[in-house]
């Protein structure tokens, strides 16, 4: 197994990780700045109004996103169990 290779793997657990984070955390970060905008204009400073918010999207988001999730999860490990022999060479 070259340093090559070790590398590749590691750069496309990686992707594949950076992708799964971002698809949860892009909307509860746009929810937040709504949230703050919202907070910023009316001078509530209630730290529950930007928690439950976000926690709210972020639960609606994994239910939604969940069987998506978990397909590329799997894809992948189904990918890199089956190269085994490939890397073993």
Do not use: C, D, H
């Not at 972020?58 to 999730?69: D, E, F, K």
Request: hydrophobic share 60%; net charge negative.
């Amino acid at each position: 197994m070259s340093p090559e290779l070790v590398i590749t793997i590691f750069q496309t657990a990686v992707e594949v990780l950076l992708v799964l984070v971002l698809v949860i955390l892009i909307p509860a970060l746009i929810v937040g700045l709504l949230v703050s905008m919202f907070q910023a204009a009316t001078q509530i400073n209630e730290m529950t109004l930007s928690f439950i918010p976000k926690l709210i999207v972020t639960l609606l988001i994994l239910m939604l996103a969940g069987p998506w999730l978990l397909r590329v999860i799997m894809e992948y490990t189904n990918q890199l169990f089956s190269n085994i022999p490939t890397y073993l060479g």
